[in-house]
């Protein structure tokens, strides 16, 4: 959309709203403005798609010919199925939460356009049974490198210029490239180009934080793209979640056979946000468990200390002793609906952040005789089980466990070996 096109289109709003009236200057008032913030530069949070001026032979697979490395890594990322993958399609052809233009936007950036966000984009339903490539290739070369018809790159060099036509755009190596689309709020139904409530994702903001409290790294490349690496994992990657977190655990007997004592403690390690980052979606649950020799769960917990805040964050899993849920909660404040009310829990892991969970784990009756095994392990969620439920995800699909230690409690008396009878 051409800024005339908006001018005019916020013109427009303006007048009705004045017409409208009290009412609709309460609206406005709540509604917030998008910033003029560097992050707007190549994406604009979802407002518009990318129009690339890429001549019509230029396409991914052309790339492919003289960068083979960054296509096979690209074609092995998120980002290459962000338009299609099962989690997102069900979403954006939902008509209660999905089909609108601002979707595409960041998930198929090269949508496309001349429509406002909120609209949903006509032969939708047809170009998900055979997706056209902008959508098959969801975040793409074209969409990240090429902008007036020209190859943008950090370096630009003569054997590349041979090649195509090129020119520096710093900004690509820049946190707030990855932002235009790793950070926003909740999109604004009423008025085109705003958005309302706070970030429902803040990768930014929380890399910030990251600085602030000593990190290292400067930009978001540094830990998900080494050297070049066009992979860019990041939650959907065992390897890089448990990079993020390490996990400790302790446990003694503090009552031989009654009373076992157990300390465990959560790392965040080489991550440059809070953990987990991204969605709001994305959660962790650390789960305990004393079991027998059977596997049978012993126990019960008479103690969690620690200044540990469990105000509603605690859910029950079956066959858990205990369950403790790290998660961003969105409330009315978070969604926009009411800026008064008390700021919602989060209590994910701050960069840096060690945190200790003790539990006291009673056995009765006791079981002076027969050893038993500390269990604990971290899951990693995708998004809440009623949300699965709602997009008929199976429960596999959306959580898997990233951690687990087993520590083994001696029984305090051993037991003697049984005396043969019966023998003259
Ligand atoms: C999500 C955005 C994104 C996508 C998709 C993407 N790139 Fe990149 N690419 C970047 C960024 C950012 C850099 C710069 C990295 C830096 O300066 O550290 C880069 C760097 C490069 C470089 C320079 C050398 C290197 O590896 O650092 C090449 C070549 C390249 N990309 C080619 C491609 C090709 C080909 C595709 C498609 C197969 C592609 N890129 C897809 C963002 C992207
Ligand atoms: C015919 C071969 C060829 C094709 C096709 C091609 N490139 Fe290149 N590209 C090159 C060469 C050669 C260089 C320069 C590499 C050097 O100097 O090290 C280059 C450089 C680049 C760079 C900067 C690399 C750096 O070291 O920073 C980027 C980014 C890039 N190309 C992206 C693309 C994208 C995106 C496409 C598809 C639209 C594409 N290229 C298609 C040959 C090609
Ligand atoms: C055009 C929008 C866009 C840009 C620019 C972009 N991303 Fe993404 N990124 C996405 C979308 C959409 C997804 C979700 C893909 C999916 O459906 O799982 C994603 C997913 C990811 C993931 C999650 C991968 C996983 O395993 O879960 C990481 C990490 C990531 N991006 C890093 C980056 C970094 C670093 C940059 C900047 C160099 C960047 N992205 C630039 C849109 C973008
Ligand atoms: C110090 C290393 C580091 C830096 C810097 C960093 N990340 Fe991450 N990031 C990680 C690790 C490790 C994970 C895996 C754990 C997790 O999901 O939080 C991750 C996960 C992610 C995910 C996946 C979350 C999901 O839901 O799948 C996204 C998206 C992401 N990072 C984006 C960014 C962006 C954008 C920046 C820059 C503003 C950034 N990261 C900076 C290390 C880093
Ligand atoms: C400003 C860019 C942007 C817009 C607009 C946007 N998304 Fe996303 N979305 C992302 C990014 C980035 C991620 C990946 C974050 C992560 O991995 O934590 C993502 C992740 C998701 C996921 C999780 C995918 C997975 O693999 O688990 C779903 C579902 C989703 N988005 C649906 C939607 C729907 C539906 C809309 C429109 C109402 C939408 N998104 C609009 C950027 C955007």
């Given at each position: 959309?051409?800024?005339?096109?908006?001018?005019?289109?916020?013109?427009?709003?303006?007048?009705?709203?004045?017409?409208?009236?009290?009412?609709?200057?309460?609206?406005?008032?709540r509604?917030?403005?998008?910033?003029?913030?560097?992050?707007?530069?190549l994406?604009?949070q979802?407002?518009?798609?990318?129009?690339?001026?890429?001549?019509?032979?230029?396409?991914?697979?052309?790339?492919?010919?003289?960068?083979?490395?960054?296509?096979?890594?690209?074609?092995?990322?998120?980002?290459?199925?962000?338009?299609?993958?099962?989690?997102?399609?069900?979403?954006?052809?939902?008509?209660?939460?999905?089909?609108?233009?601002?979707?595409l936007?960041?998930?198929?950036?090269?949508?496309?356009?001349?429509?406002?966000?909120?609209?949903?984009?006509?032969?939708?339903?047809?170009?998900?049974?055979?997706?056209?490539?902008?959508?098959?290739?969801?975040v793409?070369?074209l969409?990240?490198?090429?902008?007036?018809?020209?190859?943008?790159?950090?370096?630009?060099?003569?054997?590349?210029?041979?090649?195509?036509?090129?020119?520096?755009?710093?900004?690509?190596?820049?946190?707030?490239?990855?932002?235009?689309?790793?950070?926003?709020?909740?999109?604004?139904?009423?008025?085109?180009?705003?958005?309302h409530?706070?970030?429902?994702?803040?990768?930014?903001?929380?890399?910030?934080?990251?600085?602030?409290?000593?990190?290292?790294?400067?930009?978001?490349?540094d830990?998900?793209?080494?050297?070049?690496?066009?992979?860019?994992?990041?939650?959907?990657?065992?390897?890089?979640?448990?990079?993020?977190?390490?996990?400790?655990?302790?446990?003694?007997?503090?009552?031989?056979?009654?009373?076992?004592?157990?300390?465990?403690?959560?790392?965040?390690?080489?991550?440059?946000?809070?953990?987990?980052?991204?969605?709001?979606?994305r959660?962790?649950?650390?789960?305990?468990?004393?079991?027998?020799?059977?596997?049978?769960?012993?126990?019960?917990?008479?103690?969690?200390?620690?200044?540990?805040?469990?105000?509603?964050?605690?859910?029950?899993?079956?066959?858990?002793?205990?369950?403790?849920?790290?998660?961003?909660?969105?409330?009315?404040?978070?969604?926009?609906?009411?800026?008064?009310?008390?700021a919602?829990?989060?209590?994910?892991?701050?960069?840096?952040?060690?945190?200790?969970?003790?539990?006291?784990?009673?056995?009765?009756?006791?079981?002076p005789d027969?050893p038993v095994?500390?269990?604990?392990?971290?899951?990693?969620?995708?998004?809440?089980?009623?949300?699965?439920?709602?997009?008929?995800?199976?429960?596999?699909?959306?959580?898997?466990?990233?951690?687990?230690?087993?520590?083994?409690?001696?029984?305090?008396?051993?037991?003697?070996?049984?005396?043969?009878?019966?023998?003259?």
């Open positions: 959309m051409t800024s005339r096109v908006r001018q005019a289109i916020s013109l427009s709003v303006a007048v009705i709203l004045i017409a409208g009236g009290a009412i609709a200057t309460e609206r406005l008032r509604t917030r403005p998008l910033r003029p913030a560097d992050s707007t530069v994406f604009n979802g407002l518009d798609p990318v129009v690339t001026g890429a001549p019509a032979e230029w396409t991914n697979e052309s790339c492919r010919e003289c960068h083979q490395a960054e296509y096979r890594q690209w074609a092995a990322s998120r980002h290459r199925v962000a338009g299609i993958n099962d989690k997102f399609a069900a979403e954006c052809l939902d008509s209660e939460s999905g089909r609108q233009q601002y979707c936007n960041c998930h198929a950036p090269r949508v496309p356009g001349g429509r406002l966000p909120m609209e949903e984009p006509p032969g939708l339903d047809a170009d998900y049974k055979t997706p056209p490539s902008w959508l098959a290739d969801g793409d070369c969409a990240c490198h090429v902008r007036d018809g020209v190859v943008l790159a950090t370096r630009v060099t003569p054997r590349g210029e041979a090649r195509h036509p090129m020119r520096v755009e710093p900004r690509l190596a820049k946190p707030e490239f990855c932002a235009g689309c790793h950070q926003f709020a909740f999109k604004d139904q009423h008025l085109p180009d705003a958005f409530g706070q970030l429902q994702q803040a990768s930014l903001e929380e890399f910030l934080e990251y600085r602030r409290l000593g990190g290292v790294e400067s930009r978001c490349h830990c998900h793209m080494p050297n070049g690496n066009h992979l860019m994992p990041g939650g959907y990657d065992d390897a890089m979640v448990r990079r993020a977190v390490g996990l400790d655990v302790e446990a003694s007997w503090s009552q031989p056979g009654r009373v076992a004592d157990v300390v465990i403690e959560l790392t965040a390690r080489r991550v440059g946000h809070r953990v987990p980052g991204g969605e709001e979606l959660f962790l649950t650390l789960r305990t468990r004393l079991a027998d020799a059977g596997g049978r769960v012993v126990g019960r917990t008479v103690e969690a200390a620690d200044g540990v805040d469990r105000d509603g964050l605690q859910s029950t899993i079956d066959g858990w002793l205990q369950v403790e849920t790290l998660r961003r909660r969105m409330g009315r404040r978070e969604h926009g609906r009411d800026y008064h009310a008390a919602a829990a989060d209590n994910r892991l701050r960069p840096g952040e060690r945190r200790r969970f003790r539990y006291r784990i009673e056995l009765d009756p006791p079981r027969r095994t500390l269990q604990v392990e971290l899951w990693y969620h995708l998004m809440h089980d009623g949300k699965a439920r709602l997009f008929e995800h199976a429960a596999h699909d959306v959580q898997r466990p990233i951690r687990s230690v087993s520590v083994k409690l001696d029984a305090p008396r051993p037991v003697l070996p049984a005396k043969e009878s019966g023998t003259p």
